[in-house]
């Protein structure tokens, strides 16, 4: 059993339409991260969510920490095939260096 | 500023053999983390480093083990190698302390084949 569960774990979408990933977790983190990664590369960290409650918006991203600090949420506005890619959430317990990654979620945009 | 840098970027062994791979970090980064890739198991931690210490280690067995030198730069190394092992490798570099509050900069990875 994975510590952060993702949904969906596949969506494929029309350019132009909204979509939501969630990541849940039974545990209470300090803070979230989502990351996206492109094929062949590493995963590149999109934003950090503190404050339980939190809404942080980074152009059409806007991510949302749950007020119990124990789910996020990842919502895309008029998605754009650049989008494309596998959207990962990642936390830390303990003493904040022994990280976990959620199961992630696989998008393609069709343009 | 250069990135994360990984070698050897492909790798194909055999049961049984022993690899060892190599993560340099972005210049003055003192943490270094490990992760393996697999589509079954996703992302998972392996162990992470600083200052040539080791401060973490994920669930796995101890035939998976790691180094950091002086200069940050760390190696992981397999042995005894299991079909299982077969993965993207990737290592993380950060300035200094908690994983949850600094930005990690993640390498290309190393690809692991076992056959």
């Known amino acids: 059993t994975q510590l952060l569960e993702q949904s969906p774990q596949f969506l494929s979408i029309q350019e132009g339409e909204n979509l939501t990933v969630y990541c849940n977790s039974s545990s209470v983190f300090s803070s979230l991260q989502w990351y996206r990664q492109e094929p062949g590369e590493g995963p590149v960290l999109l934003v950090t969510v503190v404050t339980g409650g939190e809404v942080k918006k980074l152009k059409r991203l806007t991510f949302q920490f749950g007020d119990a600090r124990k789910d996020s949420s990842l919502h895309i506005t008029a998605a754009q095939p650049g989008d494309t890619g596998l959207y990962l959430c990642a936390g830390a317990l303990g003493t904040g260096n022994q990280f976990y990654f959620g199961t992630g979620t696989s998008l393609t945009v069709i343009p | 500023k250069a990135g994360v840098t990984q070698t050897p970027r492909y790798l194909i062994k055999t049961r049984g053999q022993q690899v060892t791979l190599s993560c340099s970090p972005i210049?003055?980064?003192?943490?270094v983390s490990w992760y393996q890739q697999t589509p079954g198991q996703g992302l998972q931690f392996l162990f992470e480093?600083?200052?040539?210490?080791?401060?973490n280690k994920g669930n796995f067995p101890g035939r998976f083990s790691g180094r950091q030198f002086s200069n940050s730069r760390s190696e992981m190394n397999v042995s005894t190698l299991e079909l299982g092992d077969s993965a993207l490798y990737l290592c993380?570099?950060?300035?200094?302390?908690?994983?949850?509050?600094?930005?990690?900069?993640f390498g290309p990875g190393t690809r692991l084949l076992v056959l």
């Open positions: 480093y600083f200052s040539e210490t080791q401060r």
């Open positions: 993380a570099s950060s300035l200094v302390a908690r994983l949850d509050q600094e930005t990690q900069y």
């Open positions: 210049s003055g980064h003192r943490s």
